[in-house]
Structure formats: structure tokens, C-alpha cells
């Protein structure tokens, strides 16, 4: 009886390449590289940051600035990001077939500004506030809000000056549910309010502005779902 072993086929190889291509695709475009630009490093978090990587360098016995530092940070993002570019240019289209693009990326520092997702119901006695990031009554509404799938509908339209088509579908979606559970009402509204973080010593606390409101009329919506 023969012992040898089965030799892989032709296509179990391709199969192994294209799998291992999709991988470092995937990598490359989530890979926090330091694509910087000077309206990055304005915020005060990204400030911050500077002066403390600087004193740690200082310390460190290699002196420098904050200034030094944001201008060596500058030039190696205008690097990263052109590397990436090239890099990725020529696989858009087989990605863009299968499916396999990356749509999001590991974070290089805080955000100084989040979107609170807030959901209204109006009605005759006045406009309530069913939702309102991050909960807290632990609902049906807030379950469904909260479900990691769902989130990722709405989770990056918070920072965007206008949000993708399907946040408009998003809204239809929650509007079906709350009337279906709240018959009185005539009207929801659903936003992104964008929120802004304040850093310690960094002043007082601001009110959140309203963003990408959407309402939709009961007389919208077809059947509760």
C-alpha cells in the first residue's frame, strides 16, 4: 500500500494565493499607517500628544519639540498614505468584484468628536426622546440600536459631513419599528448628533449639535414590520 502523500491540486494552490492575497489586502488598508495632515494634528487631543511624545523623547536623550515632531509625523503620513495608494490602486477593481474591500480603519488617536445617535417620537402631547447614546434602558429600541450589525450602519455617518444612502434607509428601518410600538405617535425623527469630547482642563462641557436629522411621517412607512 502506498504511502505517499496526495500532492495539492492546482486550484487548492490558487485558492491558497488568492486567500493569502485577500489577507494582506485587508491588512495593508486597516493598518493604523500615520497618514497625518495639519488639520489632524490641530485638535487639542493631537496636541496634547505632541508635547507628551516630545518630553518622553526629550527625556530619552533624543530633544525634541512639538514642532519637530508634528513636521517629522507630517512627512512620514504623506509617505504611508502614498504607499498605501499605489499599493492598493491596481487591486480596486477584483475587490470591488468579490466584495473584499475594507471599509474601515484601526484608530491612530481619540476622535475629539462623536456622533450621539438620538431617536425622537412625535406625536400629538409633544416630541419624547426614545433613545439617546448611549442608553441605558435596555429596551427592545435599545437592544436593536445596539446590535453590533446594526451599529455598523450608522457607527461612522457621526463625523461625516453628509451620510452615506443608507443611513436614510437606516432611518425608514428604526421609523417601522417605533410605530409599530408606539401607535400614537405621527412622526420620528432620527439623527446623529455630533457630540464633542472635552479633554481635562480643556474648557467646559458643549452642547451637542444636531446633525443628519431625517423624519419620517407614519403616512411614510408601510406596513409595521
Known amino acids: ?64 519639540t512639538p514642532e519637530q515632531l508634528a513636521e517629522t509625523g507630517l512627512d512620514l503620513g504623506s509617505l504611508a498614505g502614498t504607499f498605501r495608494k499605489v499599493v492598493l490602486k491596481p487591486w480596486h477593481p477584483l475587490r470591488r468584484m468579490t466584495g473584499t474591500g475594507q471599509s474601515w480603519g484601526l484608530f491612530a488617536y481619540p476622535e475629539p468628536a462623536s456622533g450621539r445617535l438620538v431617536v425622537d417620537g412625535i406625536g400629538p402631547d409633544g416630541t419624547e426622546t426614545l433613545y439617546s447614546a448611549p442608553g441605558g434602558k435596555g429596551d427592545e429600541l435599545e437592544t436593536l440600536l445596539e446590535y453590533r450589525r446594526i451599529r455598523g450602519i450608522y457607527d461612522d455617518a457621526g463625523d461625516r459631513p453628509r451620510p452615506r444612502r443608507i443611513y436614510q434607509r437606516f432611518a425608514q428601518f428604526v421609523a417601522e419599528r417605533v410605530f409599530a410600538d408606539h401607535p400614537e405617535l405621527t412622526a420620528v425623527e432620527i439623527r446623529l448628533d455630533l457630540h464633542p469630547l472635552i479633554p481635562p482642563g480643556q474648557g467646559e462641557p458643549v452642547e451637542d449639535t444636531r446633525r443628519h436629522a431625517r423624519i419620517v411621517l407614519r403616512s411614510d412607512v408601510g406596513s409595521p414590520p
Do not use: C, F, Y
Open 1 to 64: 500500500m502506498s504511502t505517499d502523500t496526495p500532492s495539492l491540486t492546482t486550484w487548492a494552490w490558487a485558492r491558497a494565493g488568492l486567500v493569502t492575497l485577500v489577507l494582506l489586502l485587508q491588512i495593508l488598508d486597516a493598518i493604523p499607517l500615520p497618514e497625518l495632515r495639519k488639520h489632524h494634528l490641530a485638535n487639542p487631543v493631537a496636541q496634547e500628544e505632541l508635547v507628551r511624545w516630545s518630553e518622553l523623547l526629550t527625556d530619552l536623550g533624543r530633544p525634541t
